[in-house]
């Protein structure tokens, strides 16, 4: 396969995870910064598998199970917590 | 083109597809004004993109085992990627994330006030307007 398609990809990839990024360190509320680690932690899950067809392995397909599986217990703590303290 | 060649080719449309979806959720991210609009732009990738990635993997492994991690692990993030987005907009409606005038409907509204309705009338049934008499029966 063209190696450009995999750096487009990792370029796309990597812009998208910055911007999480920035949005972490950057978001005004709590929750935002909860809504753009979901979205790092979707990024990474996209990359682990993109990596895969590159190298044509599946050893990470545990860690992504894993990933999508558990993706979900962070949001929830810091919701609840958010909405028990009515902070901001 | 030999059929390699052909999946080769679908594999690399699906992967960038999957990866187009990801920047345009960190545009989004950054663009939109507030987190519920944010929220919406990065479910995308959540399910779709992660479909494209998932059908490049199966393009490029085309076997069963792992087709059926593959779908696994979809039906996975189908199940726990609306909880979070459930639990994210009910504690930002509450503490006041959401600005109010961007909603054109919001039936979450009505519906906390019904519940605060028949609370109050629960616990002080004379406020009612209707039960005026009962109050100046005793006397």
Redesign the interface.
Known sequence: MNGWVFLVVGLMLTAAAGMALFRIARGPSILDRMIASDMLLTTIICALGAEMVYNSHTRSLAAMLVLAATAFLGSVVVARYVSRSGHK | MSFDVII?LL??VF??L???L??A???G??RFPD?IA??HA?TK??IL??IF??T??AL??RRWS?IL??V???L??MM??P??AH??G???Y????VAPGSLLVDELAQAIERAQDEQVDAEHPDLRADSGERNESPD
């Open positions: 080769d594999t690399s992967l960038i999957g990866a187009f990801s920047l959720a960190g545009v991210l950054i987190a944010r929220m990065t990738p959540q993109g992660l990635i998932l490049a993997i490029q492994e792992t991690m593959l696994t692990l979809l996975f993030q726990t990627a909880i979070s639990m994210i009910r504690a930002g509450r503490t006041g994330v």
